[in-house]
Each structure stands twice: as C-alpha cells, then as structure tokens.
Nanobody, 124 residues
Framework: QVQLVESGGGLVQAGGSLRLSCAASGRTFSSYHMAWFRQAPGKEREFVSL????????NYADSVKGRFAISRDNAKNTVYLQMNSLKPEDTAVYYC?????????????????WGQGTQVTVSS
C-alpha cells in the first residue's frame, strides 16, 4: 500500500510559478513510477508528466513541455512538479499517482495509487 499526499497548490497570476509536492508513505517508493495528472472542471483527467523509478527518464504532455519539470527524491519519498510560466488553461486539480508497471505511463489505468489532489488556479 502507498499513500500519496499532494501539497503546494494555490492561486497564482498568469506567468507565475508553483511547485507541487507529493509525499508518499511506505519504504518502497523507489520501486514506483510516479506521475502527475490534472483534471479541469467538466473535463477528463489528463496526463501531465511522469518520472520513472530510476529518476532518469521523464515524459511530459505537449501542453506543458518546456514549462514544467518533474523530479523525485527517493530519500524523502517525494516527487515534485515545478510549474513555470503558468497559463489560465493550467487551472485544474493536480493529482499524484504511483504505479509499478512499465508501460506507456500516460493513462490513468496504469497507476494503482492516487492522492487526493491539490487545486491550482491561474488567473489572467
């Protein structure tokens, strides 16, 4: 079992930055691929970014590429999402997810554990 707790969301103006954190329980954090998804009102949950358990391989949605950066600290059981140059369309609830299957990694069903989400609101 893995429990995930996100933090760091909030209200920011367009062009600003936020850093999300996801703290995981358990001693097997390093065995999980970690990802961030987001869900805007009335829309489906969508992939944002992932980082493999190695911490070396990452992937980003085209909509955030060049603006967001994912990282992990296995010693702290934490994954981060640095979000820069935020846009109003980035407004959503951001979810952290953990999974052990080595697959595409961009689909919600590939992850076994989810956090409760943190709200990010970007004003224009």
């Amino acid at each position: 079992q893995v429990q995930l707790v996100e933090s760091g969301g909030g209200l920011v103006q367009a062009g600003g930055s936020l850093r999300l954190s996801c703290a995981a329980s358990g001693r097997t954090f390093s065995s999980y691929h970690m990802a961030w998804f987001r869900q805007a009102p009335g829309k489906e949950r969508e992939f944002v970014s992932l980082i493999r358990r190695s911490g070396v391989s990452t992937n980003y949605a085209d909509s955030v590429k060049g603006r967001f950066a994912i990282s992990r600290d296995n010693a702290k059981n934490t994954v981060y999402l640095q979000m820069n140059s935020l846009k109003p369309e980035d407004t959503a609830v951001y979810y952290c997810a953990a999974g052990q299957r080595y697959s595409l990694g961009t689909r919600t069903f590939e992850y076994d554990y989810w956090g409760q989400g943190t709200q990010v609101t970007v004003s224009s």
